[in-house]
């Protein structure tokens, strides 16, 4: 007997699902198919036929939650019109991972990804995170005139490096400031971060460099 199309939906949600949590808890290498089939309660030959393999499996569940990010930080990039401030360039990269609601495990997953690339960063950059960083660059030039395409790109690199530590370590920080700071508090992070990666990128350009 076939499996019906809302089963066969159903068993690759939840497949997809129990991946991302575990994938975004504890690592690719540390997460077996074992243990995806044990949470997502569905055997491995279920896995095998939607995903075929581990990495194809870690690559739908990298795009299937990074493509709607992608796209809502285009959509707040253009609602903040043609000359946007930095303010609102930084805003429209980080508030959709660290401020909006109902994205799942995401801030995790990337958290992950963006700190062990690895081949699916690489597969996944051409399509997914190329043309968003060609448009971000192009609103920071915009909004920095003075900063060449190489000071953008490396403080680009900068803010995206700050984004990545805070989701890595956002279960932790609170303990790990004495209770000063929790990532609990979004609007709290979402300020901080803007504020802090809108000093880097104001910030005098290096001497002694050259600039291109």
């Not at 949600?13 to 690592?27: H, Y």
């Amino acid at each position: 007997m076939k499996e019906r199309p809302d089963v066969k939906a159903s068993t690759k949600e939840k497949i997809l699902d129990a991946a991302e949590k575990l994938f975004g808890m504890n690592g690719f290498e540390a997460t077996s198919l074992r243990d995806i089939t044990a949470a997502a309660e569905v055997n491995l030959a279920a896995v095998n036929y939607h995903f075929q393999s581990k990495e194809a499996l870690m690559e739908s569940v990298i795009s299937r939650r990074i493509h709607p990010v992608n796209r809502r930080r285009l959509e707040l990039l253009d609602s903040a019109g043609e000359n946007p401030t930095v303010e609102q360039v930084i805003r429209a990269f980080l508030a959709p991972v660290f401020l909006e609601a109902n994205l799942g495990g995401v801030p995790s997953l990337i958290g992950r990804v963006l700190a062990d690339p690895g081949q699916f960063l690489k597969k996944l950059f051409p399509e997914e995170f190329a043309p968003l960083t060609r448009r971000f660059a192009e609103a920071f030039g915009r909004a920095l005139p003075e900063l060449t395409p190489r000071e953008v790109a490396w403080r680009m690199h900068f803010m995206i490096g700050s984004m990545t530590h805070v989701l890595l370590w956002k279960r932790h920080i609170k303990e790990m400031s004495g209770g000063l700071v929790d990532a609990s508090d979004r609007e709290g992070l979402m300020a901080e971060a803007v504020a802090f990666c809108a000093a880097g990128f104001r910030a005098p350009v290096v001497v002694g460099i050259e600039r291109s």
